[in-house]
């Protein structure tokens, strides 16, 4: 950070500091640390828009931020913080870089969330088939979001591990049916 400090103006620092922070939040986040993890990708933060202020187009730079969004989605779920995961997980469905692979790259991140609140120990078990029932509610309507801003890779949906949790869903099996129609497959 003390490099960061001492150079603001190099994007390249700023955003290794914020990937190094990113990936910490990650490792917090497999171990259900989500509170640090949050505090990791706060701190992060700053630093990915000052990358991306600087060179808004740099794909390395877009693909961190992109990284912190997903991890900061899990961390809010793990802390039992739904509305934050939700809005963080529109934030970036609203990059405006690619709509379509924003919208279904938000939808895996709620997905995500998913097994996080399966496993979830402050949970009873109402309150965790409720959890589940409402991560995948969000992410079945940020899927469809995306295939209706012409997200048409079904083959890709079918295999897509971070979409496993909803798999059994039939409205996902619906929606993955009516792509391979559309795609002619």
């Given at each position: 950070?003390e490099l960061?400090?001492?150079?603001?103006?190099?994007?390249?620092l700023?955003?290794?500091l914020a990937a190094?922070?990113?990936?910490l939040?990650?490792l917090?986040n497999?171990?259900?640390?989500f509170?640090?993890?949050k505090?990791?990708l706060e701190?992060?933060?700053?630093?990915?828009?000052?990358?991306?202020?600087a060179?808004p187009?740099?794909?390395?730079?877009?693909?961190?931020?992109?990284?912190?969004?997903?991890?900061?989605?899990?961390a809010?779920?793990?802390?039992?913080?739904?509305?934050?995961?939700?809005q963080?997980?529109q934030?970036r469905?609203?990059?405006g870089w690619?709509?379509?692979?924003?919208a279904y790259?938000?939808?895996?991140?709620?997905?995500?969330?998913?097994?996080?609140?399966?496993k979830?120990e402050q949970?009873?078990?109402?309150k965790?088939k409720?959890?589940?029932q409402f991560y995948?509610d969000?992410?079945?309507k940020?899927?469809?979001?995306a295939v209706?801003?012409g997200?048409?890779?079904?083959?890709?949906?079918k295999?897509d591990?971070?979409l496993?949790?909803?798999?059994q869903?039939?409205?996902f099996?619906k929606?993955?049916?009516?792509?391979e129609a559309e795609?002619?497959r």
């Amino acid at each position: 950070m003390e490099l960061a400090a001492e150079f603001p103006n190099q994007p390249d620092l700023r955003n290794d500091l914020a990937a190094t922070l990113g990936n910490l939040a990650n490792l917090c986040n497999l171990r259900r640390n989500f509170a640090t993890a949050k505090e990791c990708l706060e701190k992060a933060r700053p630093h990915h828009l000052a990358a991306l202020k600087a060179n808004p187009r740099h794909p390395t730079y877009r693909q961190f931020y992109r990284n912190n969004l997903l991890a900061l989605v899990q961390a809010h779920a793990g802390l039992l913080d739904p509305a934050a995961a939700v809005q963080t997980a529109q934030t970036r469905r609203d990059l405006g870089w690619n709509p379509p692979a924003d919208a279904y790259d938000a939808a895996c991140a709620l997905a995500l969330c998913i097994p996080i609140v399966e496993k979830h120990e402050q949970l009873h078990a109402d309150k965790r088939k409720a959890a589940v029932q409402f991560y995948g509610d969000a992410a079945m309507k940020l899927l469809r979001e995306a295939v209706a801003k012409g997200f048409k890779d079904a083959a890709h949906m079918k295999k897509d591990s971070d979409l496993a949790p909803l798999r059994q869903r039939p409205d996902f099996q619906k929606l993955l049916k009516d792509l391979e129609a559309e795609s002619g497959r």
